[in-house]
């Protein structure tokens, strides 16, 4: 396809990196034409310099010829000047845009049709839901939701102590004593879809598929004690504080937010009057004990500076706070970064591409389209998610007989609300919705039928 991406920021830039890498056609556009040097010389992609929501600017793109365009700059009124404007020159272009003022957020809900919008997404929002969704689950470093609630691909990390540690993977269950799958492991940066020989190590980070029921007897079987999450401190006060402190008070839970811009605080007093709102610098010690860190069920670091957040993060690990939830924009995850106490780690760029990326791949190929897809293992693997429908293969026979492409597990199946873990007899069925991992590998799995060899 032919996808034109505006701004070349973060977001911007990750979306090309991606959907190149998946041999579409990506021209960039920005008005920076430093950061249109730097993705060229990067990436696979084309470049036009210029105002995205001029006309001239997207004639010089060949908005005419393009499937679809992502608004991915800093403004939203620039992104949607943008989409209309290109909507309005092509028809039959899809649009996308990344919308952060929840009142204009409102406005598009309302009239998409005004905007010539196909899809918005706000990375602040979805970054909030994702770390509320992690206080539900303290022993969790990562969670992934599959169909509608009813399986999930957890993150667990081997330390020295664990009960996990030196045992292979056909022993898990008298250990855990329930039925889960792990899909992948992550070793020395390499993603890997493991046998049931594997013998797991400490230091590995393991992507388990559970039913949603089963993770509470998992946590408890691996004694992994779960303190219910009463006090939550949240360092800086941007727009995922704020939508993150409205999802906990809503929870009725006690949250505390520290910023140090005064402006910020009284804004966020009125508009949050159930929390506790701290004027100061978190980078303070002094503030920090005396605001009660130690005392809290949970801290999430969320300003917008990646190593404040690391620095905050390892002091409350220092102070033994149990949940710790790191937001990192810019800085990538790596051996050193993942070698930190930095408790669960959540990157609002991924969460808006992995959403970006399914839209596209539903674009390619509507029927047998993935549901949902998740980037785990830092990225090294996808989880997919499909639903089976008439035209899908191997209907009704046993996974044993049935030849998958390598380096892909099919983790679980759910039938009427009802999930298994499956096994070699297990069979799939139209109305049936399946999860796989699928890790490395050049071809990219556009539709449920790509996944058979």
């Known amino acids: 396809m032919r996808i034109l991406i505006a701004g070349s920021g973060k977001v911007g830039e990750t979306l090309a990196k991606q959907l190149s890498a998946e041999g579409h056609d990506v021209t960039l556009i920005d008005s920076d034409s430093r950061v249109l040097a730097s993705g060229v010389e990067r990436y696979d992609v084309l470049a036009v310099q210029g105002n995205c929501a001029s006309m001239d600017t997207l004639k010089n793109a060949d908005v005419m010829a393009a499937d679809l365009l992502i608004a991915t700059t800093g403004t ?116 890997i879809i493991p046998a049931g020989n594997f013998v797991l190590e ?31 401190v949240l360092i800086g006060g941007g727009m ?41 610098d978190a980078t303070n010690h002094t503030l920090l004990a005396e605001e009660g860190l130690s005392e809290c069920d949970a801290v999430a670091t969320l300003t917008g500076m990646d190593e404040m957040n690391i620095i905050a993060s390892l002091y409350a690990d220092k102070r033994g706070v149990r949940q710790i939830v790191t937001k990192l924009a810019k800085i990538e995850e790596t051996e050193i970064v993942d070698s930190l106490p ?53 209907t009704g026979e046993p996974l044993k007989s049935i030849k998958f492409r390598p380096n892909l597990l099919l983790v679980s199946i759910t039938r009427k609300g009802k999930t298994e873990i499956p096994n070699g007899d297990s069979t799939f069925e139209v109305g049936d919705t399946i999860v796989v991992v699928v890790a490395g590998g050049e071809e990219v799995i556009l539709q449920l039928n790509d996944i058979f060899a």
């Open 76 to 191: 939203d009124e620039l992104n949607l000047l943008c989409c209309m404007t290109a909507h309005r020159m092509n028809k039959k272009l899809h649009a996308i845009a990344r919308i952060r003022n929840p009142e204009y957020m409102a406005q598009v809900i309302s009239m998409p049709d005004a905007f010539g919008l196909s899809l918005c997404f706000n990375p602040e929002r979805q970054t909030a839901v994702e770390i509320s969704r992690l206080l539900n689950y303290p022993g969790f470093l990562k969670r992934d939701s599959f169909a509608r609630g009813h399986v999930e691909i957890v993150e667990l990390k081997i330390d020295e102590d664990s009960k996990l540690a030196g045992v292979p993977l056909s022993m898990m269950y008298s250990i855990v004593k329930c039925r889960v799958l792990v899909c992948t492991v992550l070793r020395d940066g390499r993603a």
């Open 202 to 232: 400490a230091g590995d980070r393991i992507f388990v598929t559970a039913p949603t029921e089963a993770l509470a007897q998992l946590l408890k079987s691996l004694g992994i004690l779960v303190h219910k999450t009463k006090e939550v």
């Open 240 to 280: 995922v504080s704020y939508y993150l402190a409205d999802l906990l008070l809503k929870r009725h839970l006690n949250v505390k937010i520290i910023e140090s811009n005064r402006e910020r605080c009284e804004k966020l007093a009125e508009l949050l009057p159930e929390a506790s709102i701290i004027h100061g």
């Open 342 to 394: 930095l408790g669960s780690v959540v990157c609002p760029r991924k969460l808006c591409c992995d959403t970006v990326l399914r839209y596209v791949r539903a674009m390619q190929n509507q029927a047998g389209a993935a549901i949902s897809i998740h980037a785990i293992a830092d990225g090294r693997a996808e989880a997919l998610e499909f639903r089976v429908d008439a035209t899908t293969e191997h």
